[in-house]
């Protein structure tokens, strides 16, 4: 299976600072298949990023994907309060779908 | 709008069986795949299966392999997750997630809430 390793674990930020995200993924994938989510405390994962760089519907323009390959980013221009949460990479290019360790973008 | 409203929490003992609803709402069921997923509390999903409502089609992960059952009913717009042998490693939360199909990249575009699985003797 594609393993996905995320980097940092944690970013420690400020509101209106820019996050950068790294998923990086063990082989080649298309980037068609690679997804971003937000998870608060509590909540279900939300689909923030389809196909590497596509924004799901209601997502801010604050949030981009870029990436090919095995390297993918997840950038936040300017951090709102509600951004603090934990995030995770997905891949679906090969079965099983797997999901990276996650980054908690915190305070 | 789309809903995925999923059944209230379990509390089970090691070696019973646990079965979990989906209930869909907003879209036209069978249009869409449907897919489990679970997560320990600090850790990072895990794909448990997916059923193609449509056809009833299924795949499982390896991980799960003979414990797990996915089905579901179309008349009822409900998906259900079967998890049998339970032991205190399967406590996790249990969601259902709708699978966006190929105009997003197949990723999971909806999710259930969750559902908080407990085994405990």
């Known amino acids: 299976e594609i393993v996905l390793t995320q980097s940092p674990g944690t970013l420690s930020l400020s509101p209106g600072g820019r996050a950068t995200l790294s998923c990086r993924a063990s082989?080649?994938?298309?980037?068609?298949?690679l997804a971003w989510y937000q998870q608060k405390p509590g909540q279900a994962p939300r689909l923030l990023i389809y196909g590497a760089s596509n924004r799901a519907t209601g997502i801010p323009d604050r949030f981009s994907g870029s990436g090919s390959m095995t390297d993918f980013s997840l950038t936040i221009s300017r951090l709102e309060p509600e951004d603090f949460a934990v995030y995770y990479c997905?891949?679906?290019?090969?079965?099983?779908?797997?999901f990276g360790g996650g980054t908690k973008v915190e305070i | 709008q789309v809903q995925l409203v999923q059944s209230g929490a379990e509390v089970k003992k090691p070696g019973a069986s646990v079965k979990l609803s989906c209930k869909a709402s907003?879209?036209?069921?069978?249009?869409?795949?449907m897919h489990w997923v679970r997560q320990v509390p600090g850790q990072r999903p895990e794909w448990m299966g997916w059923i193609i409502a449509g056809s009833g089609d299924t795949k499982y992960s390896q991980n799960f392999e003979g414990r797990l059952t996915i089905r579901r009913n179309p008349s009822a717009s409900t998906v259900y997750m079967e998890l049998s042998s339970l032991r205190s490693e399967d406590t996790a939360v249990y969601y259902c997630?709708?699978?966006?199909?190929?105009?997003?990249?197949?990723?999971?575009?909806?999710w259930g809430l969750g559902t908080l699985v407990t085994v405990s003797s």
């Open positions: 997630a709708r699978e966006g199909g190929y105009a997003y990249g197949y990723s999971f575009d909806y």
């Open positions: 997905q891949q679906y290019f090969n079965s099983p779908p797997t």
């Open positions: 907003g879209y036209t069921f069978s249009n869409y795949a």
């Open positions: 082989q080649s994938l298309t980037s068609s298949y």
